[in-house]
């Protein structure tokens, strides 16, 4: 497949993403940051927000699991993760987290236990999407240094 | 060299989140800072040269000077010390007043941002960092600097006129006693 297929399927994917509301503008800046001496950038910082992310998650259902929930930890590890999904560029999971931080402050456990099914229905589409992205970039990358080679 | 070159001005990055740190590297490295990041508040003391605790051993604590740090970015919420008290912590200490503070915070809280700007910091941003962000930082170094270099006129005039006062003073005191005595009396005759 020639470099450029590859490129417009990256730019489709990319696209795609922004309409359908899973990334916003930050993600642009992310775009933005990544250049020839650092060609890895945006992948390093995905790879890092899906690590923390599923941490997270693990973390939380935990502590929904619990018959008494210590909402401060919830809400700790909610704010984590909405800060993280706001510096990706993540719009959709931190949509959800906001809604979460509501139900936390609320102490709604039923609210915290339905909006943790929606933050994760949100992180894996997101990155499912992330991780054929990833791929596409590397197999690019790889087209790049073969040429200069 | 008479002409100061645009030289690499080096900011310490405070952030207790992995991603958040590369961000803000990046963004730094990208606007040309040099950058040291850190992930907690005590850690950025270490580097200031502030060592917080009293019974280390004098090899292990810093050589004061080590690290010249034109401008410190913290995180606002960070477990332990935030980035707020690493705020007063810096601004407590007489070497490191000077050195301009710059807050960030995922979160839009106006009492918040009052507390750090009356605690001293220069700019509150609120995160996502963004690339035009990092052009408010170079007036506030700048800024820096130029008191910075006021202080060590003030240093150096202070110490000029200690110089010459002791001069006189070691001068009087190598006059033998007999002289001494000598000119005491005349000072007495003249009463």
Redesign the interface.
Known sequence: MSLMVLREQLNVLVNSMFLEGLLDA?FR??Q??QDAS?PG?VA??IT??CE?SERMLTELTKLLDQAVVDYQKVDAYV??L???S????AQSVKLSCIQFKQFCEENNKEGCLSELNMVKHQYYSLRSKFETMLQLEQRIQAYDSEQQN | MAVVAESQFHVLAVDDSLMDRKLIERLLKTSSFQVTAVDSGSRALQVLGLSEDLTSSPAVYPAHNEIEVNLVITDYCMPGMTGYDLLKKIKGSSSLRDIPVVIMSSENVPSRINRCLEGGAEEFFLKPVQLSDMKRLRPHILKGKSKEQQLQQEEEEEEETSISSNKRKAMDEELSPERRRLRLSNNNSLI
């Open positions: 930050q800046q992310l933005m940051l650092n950038f390093e910082v890092l927000f923390d704010h984590q909405k800060g993280s706001s510096s990706v560029g």
